[in-house]
């Protein structure tokens, strides 16, 4: 059978009896002239004769194994061939488990490249290649099933690696090669001792990729089913692991899986009861939510690296939708075409204030703002004072003398900051334009505890509480000339990432 130039694996035999001169793989989706995929069969066979010559003793030929009788047969595969093939099988074992602790799926137009198998599909497709070719030798129980075992590790290894190479490529119709490449691993694993639960997996994520290519050809109400069975499915396969030593190690793993696929439910959901009745708008508007290169390394990259985000990302998403369709959302009062987002944080400090035996400890209560797409700009990452209404910028204009007599009653200035989150209200946007939050509760709370630092290093007065992110509230503004135009309550507090936001950047309901 003609074997895949690019991954080793064998060609479908339709594309065998067709009269084409090219021929697609169905494991990695690439497309060959038959001739190179005959040329790579005959390399493959070269060196599997080669390693058959390497490992059986000399003057035995496979060709005449049949005719050979069972003890000399047990006494070669014992003595020749099930020593080296059991420390190959050892080393293809190991990476194979190593594997089955990533997520083996990605969310929608993201990639993902944790997962990086140290052989090449074309190596372990070859190892099974070698393993059938001395199967003949293998007459007693045991053999049979190192030899069973062996082919169908390769097997499912190789296609997991394509799998792999697939995570990192945001590619039209990866997930139904995906999906193909999952159901023949599940059936490959299930032949081994031991690995029922790894084939249970591959399964549920092979429903959970036909889910995706639903998804992505607007089928909804179609997918729904496929991540709703594979989520449960994946759940099962958590439980019965507990106590396995040998694929415990897919825990972790699964959990991220199971989270994966109750993203895509609810963004199935979303499609389905989207605004403007057409699925393809609520799905162009996840891509664009995915398409924004959140940092994976440094001290956001946990956060910001982490698929379990898009649960709140998406949950709120889909408040605005139902926003738009007739519901409410906490919006402030006053004019503005568009309604944009901001984490209201209510933040409590205290101040030593007065000098000698005027000195007392002041408390403050202020309310910080957060534009809540702030985590698509890098600079609010590394400088948080122009992530939020810096309200210690601001110190009040009496705050030396009245420092010095004990009267002082703040060292912030929050202009008119309270006065808008306190008026926030749940209302419906009407015809207004919906701004999308990009951002968590929990990535909020570190921007002001970024924040907090720096303050903090600055003035040894200063003594934090921690902060406490109360909800998002949208806040009407207008657009002019591409820029964003906040109510005057902000006063001299506008953030810097207000100053910086683009119409481009913005995702829009």
Same mark, same amino acid.
């Given at each position: 059978m003609l074997r895949c130039k690019y991954c080793g694996a064998p060609l479908d035999r339709k594309d065998l009896e067709s009269d084409s001169p090219y021929v697609t793989c169905s494991s990695c989706g690439t497309s060959q002239q038959r001739m190179d995929a005959k040329a790579y069969l005959d390399q493959m066979m070269g060196q599997i004769q080669s390693w058959i010559s390497k490992t059986i003793p000399g003057g035995f030929s496979m060709s005449q194994s049949e005719s050979v009788d069972s003890?000399?047969?047990?006494?070669?595969?014992? %003595?020749?061939?099930?020593?080296?093939?059991?420390?190959?099988? +050892?080393?293809?074992?190991?990476?194979?488990?190593?594997?089955?602790?990533?997520?083996?799926?990605?969310?929608?137009?993201?990639?993902?490249?944790?997962?990086?198998?140290?052989?090449?599909?074309?190596?372990?497709?070859?190892? %099974?290649?070698?393993?059938?070719?001395? !199967?003949?030798?293998?007459?007693?129980?045991?053999?049979? %099933?190192?030899?069973?075992?062996? !082919?169908?590790?390769?097997?499912?290894?190789?296609?997991?690696?394509?799998?792999?190479?697939?995570?990192?490529?945001?590619?039209? *119709?990866?997930?139904?090669?995906?999906?193909?490449?999952?159901?023949?691993?599940?059936?490959?694993?299930?032949?081994?001792? *031991?690995?029922?639960?790894?084939?249970?997996?591959?399964?549920?994520? #092979?429903?959970?990729?036909?889910?995706?290519?639903?998804?992505?050809?607007?089928? &909804?109400?179609? +997918?729904?089913?496929?991540?709703?069975? &594979?989520? #449960?499915?994946?759940?099962?396969?958590?439980?019965?692991?507990?106590?396995?030593?040998?694929?415990?190690?897919?825990?972790?793993?699964?959990?991220?899986?199971?989270?994966?696929?109750?993203?895509?439910?609810?963004?199935? &959901?979303?499609?389905?009861?989207?605004?403007?009745?057409?699925?393809?708008?609520?799905?162009?508007?996840?891509?664009?939510?995915?398409? @924004?290169?959140?940092?994976?390394?440094?001290?956001?990259? @946990?956060?910001?690296?982490?698929?379990?985000?898009?649960?709140?990302?998406? *949950?709120?998403?889909?408040?605005?939708? +139902?926003?738009?369709? &007739? *519901?409410t959302l906490p919006i402030i009062t006053g004019a503005g075409e568009y309604l944009i987002p901001f984490w209201d944080v209510d933040l409590r400090y205290s101040f030593q204030s007065g000098a000698a035996w005027a000195k007392k400890s002041v408390e403050v209560s202020e309310d910080l703002l957060i534009p809540a797409d702030f985590v698509i700009d890098a600079q609010c990452l590394s400088d948080p004072r122009s992530g939020l209404t810096d309200i210690f910028s601001l110190r009040p204009e009496k705050s030396i003398l009245s420092g010095i007599k004990g009267t002082e009653t703040s060292i912030s200035g929050s202009e008119g900051i309270g006065w808008m989150s306190g008026s926030a209200a749940q209302n419906s946007p009407g015809g207004r334009k919906v701004v999308v939050p990009l951002s968590t509760e929990k990535e909020a709370k570190k921007l002001v505890s970024e924040y907090l630092a720096v303050c903090t290093s600055q003035d040894s007065k200063l003594k934090l509480s921690n902060p406490y992110v109360k909800s998002l509230i949208y806040i009407p503004c207008d657009i002019k000339g591409g820029r964003v135009e906040v109510p005057s309550g902000f006063g001299k507090l506008v953030p810097g990432r207000v100053r910086r936001m683009e119409l481009s950047q913005m995702v829009i309901i």
């Open positions: 003890v000399a047969r047990f006494s070669i595969f014992n %003595n020749s061939v099930r020593p080296r093939v059991e420390t190959e099988y +050892s080393e293809y074992r190991f990476a194979t488990n190593s594997l089955l602790s990533y997520p083996l799926i990605t969310l929608p137009f993201t990639t993902d490249g944790s997962a990086a198998p140290p052989h090449t599909s074309a190596a372990a497709f070859e190892f %099974n290649a070698k393993i059938k070719s001395i !199967e003949a030798l293998a007459v007693d129980e045991a053999s049979k %099933n190192i030899v069973i075992s062996a !082919e169908e590790m390769a097997t499912g290894y190789a296609l997991l690696i394509n799998n792999t190479k697939l995570l990192r490529e945001d590619k039209p *119709g990866r997930y139904i090669l995906m999906a193909n490449n999952f159901t023949e691993a599940s059936g490959a694993f299930r032949k081994i001792k *031991g690995y029922g639960p790894a084939a249970d997996r591959f399964q549920a994520l #092979a429903g959970i990729c036909t889910g995706c290519e639903k998804l992505l050809n607007g089928d &909804g109400m179609g +997918s729904i089913s496929y991540f709703e069975n &594979g989520g #449960a499915q994946l759940g099962k396969v958590k439980a019965d692991i507990g106590t396995d030593l040998t694929l415990g190690i897919m825990y972790q793993a699964l959990e991220m899986e199971i989270t994966q696929a109750k993203i895509l439910s609810d963004l199935a &959901g979303f499609m389905v009861k989207g605004v403007a009745k057409d699925p393809l708008q609520v799905l162009n508007t996840v891509k664009k939510i995915m398409g @924004f290169n959140y940092p994976k390394t440094g001290k956001w990259g @946990f956060l910001l690296g982490n698929k379990d985000r898009f649960n709140e990302v998406f *949950g709120n998403l889909s408040k605005v939708l +139902s926003a738009k369709a &007739g *519901g």
